[in-house]
């Protein structure tokens, strides 16, 4: 089985952030464990779930990680916000309601949502984190 979670090198060394990241490891680790339960037909209310809890919690970790920025007078601050709205946006648009009777839909749809999580994530922690980061 496939497992979403920390490794060495997303750390940043930032405790509340690593801490924040690791969260949302576990959050596309249960946006796996939703796309193989094999007993749930209807998707729905756990795709539901999972993109609201994203969404809350991104905002919280972005809020947390942009006043860390400030703090250190980041000079890339503005595109790193930038690419933190973005993310934000792509998020509001999953369209769960299309596909609230269509289970294939909703089994694509939850897979789309693992794959943007999981590289977004990947990606952002490594290519833009990690330029904060004091080496």
């Not at 060495?8 to 405790?15: H, M």
């Not at 890339?76 to 993310?87: D, G």
């Not at 269509?102 to 999580?117: A, I, K, M, R, S």
Request: glycine residues 2%; negative net charge.
């Amino acid at each position: 089985m496939i497992t979403y979670e920390m490794k060495p090198e997303y750390y940043t060394g930032i405790e509340a952030i690593d801490k924040e990241h690791a969260r949302l490891f576990e959050l596309a680790q249960e946006t796996h464990g939703l796309l193989y339960n094999d007993l749930l037909q209807d998707k729905t209310d756990g795709l539901v779930h999972l993109i609201s809890e994203l969404i809350n919690y991104t905002r919280t970790h972005f809020s947390h990680e942009e006043e860390y920025l400030r703090s250190i007078n980041y000079p890339h601050i503005q595109a790193h916000i930038a690419q933190h709205r973005h993310f934000e946006d792509q998020l509001m648009a999953f369209d769960i309601d299309s596909i609230e009777n269509d289970f294939e839909g909703q089994d694509e749809t939850v897979e789309n949502l693992l794959d943007f999580l999981v590289n977004w994530l990947v990606s952002h922690i490594l290519k833009v984190d990690m330029m904060y980061v004091e080496k």
